[in-house]
């Protein structure tokens, strides 16, 4: 019999997209609460105890409640909100974040998706404090730009309404400026990173798709590791992943521009080492879909591996 799933917060954007990638499947079978329903915890409750694997696609508070409702021990979620992402317990859901990581996954009751921005920094830095060449105590800075979506159905409406941002036609602005944006204590907690990093996110005029960028004084670090050396421990880290792929250097070198959509629509992610070797610097950028990698894509995979099925399914 095929594996019951169900999505709490099915309508919401990273629910929908979820939905959308797994509508088609004959190895699931979803469930689903009508309209009326959605609201209705004793309803929800139900649902999440009848599911083989529930996802939450909730506000922080909702998705602790969700867990709470579910009064079984078979019941397996994947949870796609900030509430578990650095709770003891839970299984952090980045496959490819180290060998044996996988299969943690695959073992777990709990899996914690990671968010879009985080996901994109982790990958970037975990090899590189994990191999020694970034030291745990260095000061990361981080900037990054998405695409509209992943600030939830407030900022889309705000975006794709006829007038604009707040009355106008606003193409790009940063914020989190207090520097206490919710993914960074997920960032430094798994990328290995001592203190926090200064994380510094934008949104521009554009539906969907991420670049996130990690520069490195090269210069000013331990043993001044050359830029091929961080492409190396990247490449090294990511060798045979499907859908992690650390683009050649000498590619990277060549490539003039980076544009946050080319992965739309995709469960990928791309990393590149741009570097000036004579002045000993180098950015590395990470560049994916943060509706596919960065949401509903990673939340798929991880539901894939946590029920045995084929990883790249629906993907």
Request: net charge negative; proline share 6%; charged share 20%.
């Amino acid at each position: 019999m095929a594996p019951t799933i169900f999505i709490d917060g099915e309508a919401g954007t990273t629910g929908l997209q979820i939905s959308e990638r797994l509508t088609s499947r004959s190895d699931i079978q979803l469930l689903h609460l009508d309209d009326a329903e959605r609201k209705d915890t004793v309803r929800r409750q139900a649902m999440l105890n009848e599911a083989d694997l529930a996802i939450l696609c909730l506000p922080d508070d909702a998705a602790r409640e969700a867990v709470s409702l579910i009064g079984n021990n078979e019941t397996k979620v994947v949870d796609a909100s900030t509430a578990h992402r650095v709770t003891p317990g839970w299984i952090y859901g980045f496959p490819e974040y180290e060998k044996g990581h996988r299969e943690k996954i695959s073992q777990a009751s709990r899996v914690a998706n990671p968010g879009c921005y985080a996901i994109c920094s982790i990958a970037a830095l975990h090899p590189l404090v994990g191999s020694g060449l970034v030291p745990a105590d260095w000061p990361a800075t981080i900037n990054a730009v998405s695409g509209y979506s992943g600030g939830g159905k407030g900022m889309i409406a705000e975006f794709e309404g006829t007038d604009g941002v707040n009355g106008a036609a606003v193409p790009f602005f940063t914020y989190g400026h207090s520097l206490s944006h919710k993914h960074v204590p997920e960032i430094t907690r798994w990328s290995g990173l001592k203190h926090t990093p200064i994380f510094v996110p934008s949104v521009a005029r554009y539906a969907q798709g991420m670049i996130v960028q990690v520069p490195l004084a090269l210069w000013a670090m331990p043993g001044e590791p050359a830029a091929k050396a961080i492409h190396q421990a990247l490449a090294d880290a990511y060798d045979g992943e499907r859908f992690v792929t650390v683009m050649p250097f000498d590619e990277a070198g060549q490539t003039p521009r980076l544009e946050p959509e080319t992965l739309n629509g995709t469960n990928e992610m791309r990393l590149y080492v741009f570097s000036n070797e004579s002045e000993g610097e180098a950015v590395v950028m990470a560049q994916v879909d943060n509706l596919g990698k960065g949401a509903a894509g990673q939340a798929v995979q991880n539901m894939n591996i946590m029920l045995g099925l084929e990883e790249s399914t629906g993907l």
